[in-house]
């Protein structure tokens, strides 16, 4: 299984599945460029969608995996989609959480990643939070400590190139097949109906975890899991 994280996470974001997968599968957790232990370029070039693919791709042949199944979640899912875009035969199945095309009148489209972009640009944090929650109902020491542990493990100037990189959504060519797939959002999900979109364009199965917005990754690990565990059990690795 190749796991694909969120903006600004890592590899570790995958720590609360370890458990529920790594008996019967093999875990490739990677650091995204400008992410976690990997390098962290400036340029917005270096994190082109072909590119970040590219990465991913060296890291299954390196590992001699011929195809995984693909699991992104947020930005992960976003990549994950771009994995199934330019490198289809590499993908067993794709697992999307939190992500799905662009829709008519969304609020997260380039100008919010143009936003975001320009205050990391200028290391300005609380500017990057307010572009993120602009009615600042996220507070309490849960948010707080989240934050300064994001912002102690993150470079703004890269995280700001990725964002700009990110206005780009992977397209999909017209294939002869399409891997099986599953969609999952929290019910209180800004994205929820871009996952479903996302469901209905690939003929994939669509779950809604009740009580969660987009943090469904970590506050709704055990229902997320049960989730994949089904569509996983269901799927396989047959052709």
Same mark, same amino acid.
């Given at each position: 299984?190749?796991?694909?994280?969120?903006?600004?996470?890592?590899?570790?974001?995958?720590?609360?599945?370890?458990?529920?997968?790594?008996?019967?599968?093999? #875990?490739?957790?990677?650091?995204?460029?400008?992410?976690?232990?990997?390098?962290?370029?400036?340029?917005?070039?270096?994190?082109?969608?072909?590119?970040?693919?590219?990465?991913?791709?060296?890291?299954?042949?390196?590992?001699?995996?011929?195809?995984?199944?693909?699991?992104?979640?947020?930005?992960?899912?976003?990549?994950?989609?771009?994995?199934?875009?330019?490198?289809?035969?590499?993908?067993?199945?794709?697992?999307?959480?939190?992500?799905?095309?662009?829709?008519?009148?969304?609020?997260?489209?380039?100008?919010? #990643?143009?936003?975001?972009?320009?205050?990391?640009?200028?290391?300005?944090?609380?500017?990057?939070?307010?572009? #993120?929650?602009?009615?600042?109902?996220?507070?309490?020491?849960?948010?707080?400590?989240?934050?300064?542990?994001?912002?102690?493990?993150?470079?703004?100037?890269?995280?700001?190139?990725?964002?700009?990189?990110?206005?780009?959504?992977?397209?999909?060519?017209?294939?002869?097949?399409?891997?099986?797939?599953?969609?999952?959002?929290?019910?209180?999900?800004?994205?929820?109906?871009?996952?479903?979109?996302?469901?209905?364009?690939?003929?994939?199965?669509?779950?809604?975890?009740?009580?969660?917005?987009?943090?469904?990754?970590?506050?709704?690990?055990?229902?997320?899991?049960?989730?994949?565990?089904?569509? #996983?059990?269901?799927?396989?690795?047959?052709?």
């Amino acid at each position: 299984m190749l796991l694909l994280h969120e903006f600004g996470g890592s590899g570790r974001s995958w720590l609360p599945y370890l458990r529920d997968f790594s008996q019967r599968y093999t #875990l490739v957790a990677v650091d995204a460029l400008g992410h976690g232990r990997s390098d962290r370029p400036h340029e917005q070039d270096a994190y082109e969608t072909r590119g970040r693919v590219a990465d991913f791709v060296a890291v299954l042949d390196e590992l001699e995996i011929d195809r995984a199944h693909v699991w992104g979640y947020s930005m992960g899912g976003r990549n994950a989609w771009a994995v199934l875009a330019h490198a289809p035969e590499r993908v067993a199945s794709l697992i999307v959480g939190g992500a799905g095309p662009p829709l008519p009148g969304d609020d997260d489209g380039p100008d919010y #990643l143009e936003a975001r972009a320009r205050a990391l640009m200028r290391g300005d944090w609380q500017g990057f939070w307010r572009v #993120l929650t602009p009615d600042g109902a996220e507070e309490g020491p849960g948010v707080r400590v989240f934050r300064e542990r994001f912002e102690r493990n993150n470079d703004p100037a890269a995280l700001a190139a990725v964002s700009l990189a990110l206005r780009e959504w992977p397209g999909l060519s017209p294939m002869a097949r399409i891997p099986p797939s599953c969609h999952y959002a929290g019910a209180l999900d800004g994205f929820l109906r871009r996952v479903q979109a996302g469901a209905a364009a690939l003929g994939g199965a669509m779950h809604v975890i009740e009580g969660v917005g987009h943090e469904a990754h970590f506050k709704a690990d055990r229902a997320v899991a049960a989730i994949v565990r089904t569509h #996983l059990e269901r799927v396989g690795l047959q052709p």
